[in-house]
């Protein structure tokens, strides 16, 4: 799919306490280390094979939060959003959100969020059933000034480029994400290849929701 905007952002979107408060209240949760399927297997389950590739990919810690609240305070900005900028997805449900603390050395390597098949009617929730990922949100819950690295960036793919005197080549797109302030939220096409580069210091705090529908026709 082409679009015209492949990601779109409100900066300063969610109140600086609404942010505290959410990091509030993940860290009252037993964090995990994170991972990248959809069986949603705990870090304690993988094989030694399975953690070293899955250190290839991500190497940070997260929290399921479903708080109602917290819900209440983002899906007006993913709706806009979904408006704004002309995707217009069908959606009807959200997964639980993650809560994600990066630290220093750690990240999450060029990934899509969305699966190869819909999830199976054995899922956790019925919900779930024969739907896809359509929409993943970030929200940034740390100030810029607590961490150093730890950029969001998004690679649309190949584009065409003119060489002088060498004719033309293609070269990888790769947009580094404008929203930076705590508090922002952005909304992209699950289907988007994006990481999240090292943080160099600091901690960077986030939350990801992810909205699903019925698959593309």
Known sequence: MRFKSYYHYFNNAIPKKICDDIIKTAKQYKKEKAYIDNKKKAF??????ERN????????????LNEKWI????????????????????????????????????????HYDCFPEPYKNNDNDRNYAGKIRKLSVTVLLSDPEDYVGGELEFDYGEKEI????????????VDTCRASTKGSVIVF????????????????????????GWPFH
């Open 71 to 110: 819900y209440n305070e983002i899906l007006p900005y993913i709706n806009s959003a979904n408006q704004a900028a002309g995707w217009n997805f069908q959606w009807d449900w959200a997964e639980t959100a993650q809560f994600t603390i990066y630290k220093p050395g750690e990240y999450y390597n060029w």
């Open 53 to 64: 590739n899955l250190k290839d990919f991500r190497d940070s810690n997260i929290v399921w």
């Open 162 to 173: 003119s060489l002088s005197k060498k004719g033309k080549t293609l070269e990888s797109y």
């Open 44 to 49: 304690d389950q993988l094989d030694l094979v």
């Open 189 to 212: 096409p699950s289907h988007i290849y994006h990481r999240v580069k090292p943080i160099i210091k600091g901690t960077r705090y986030s939350l990801v929701i992810w909205c699903l």
